[in-house]
């Protein structure tokens, strides 16, 4: 029999992460919510880790706008690096056979 996957909403999550702060161990806050320590420990380092971008949903964290352009920049610049890594083989290849013909 296979255990269903229960999702926790980030209200939830957020005041697990606060009883924490109450002076509760993790292990305390969940034997009162019914969940496994181990996931308030998880809750609680992520929230220390993003603060405000913690608990967005899916294993993606909130980007800030300057995380955003970062992002994009470092995708441009692998486009551009692909691009002029073909264009090199390219020359190569024409100055190669240019050469040949040449008496």
């Known amino acids: 029999m296979s255990r269903s996957k229960t ?3 980030k209200e939830f999550k957020m005041m697990t992460v606060n009883l924490c702060y109450t002076g509760k161990t993790a292990s305390q ?11 308030v420990n998880r ?3 992520e929230y220390e ?6 608990f ?10 300057a995380e ?18 073909i264009l090199k083989k ?4 024409f100055f190669r056979s240019n050469s040949r013909e040449i008496p």
């Open 49 to 54: 880790a993003n603060k405000e971008g913690s």
């Open 7 to 9: 999702t926790y909403d």
């Open 29 to 39: 806050v969940a034997m009162e919510l019914g969940i496994r320590s181990k996931l």
């Open 43 to 45: 809750w609680k380092r």
């Open 68 to 85: 955003k352009d970062i992002t994009r920049l470092k995708k441009e610049l692998k486009e551009a690096q692909a691009e002029r890594d």
């Open 56 to 65: 967005s949903g899916h294993g993606k964290p909130v980007k800030t706008d």
């Open 90 to 93: 390219a020359v190569s290849i």
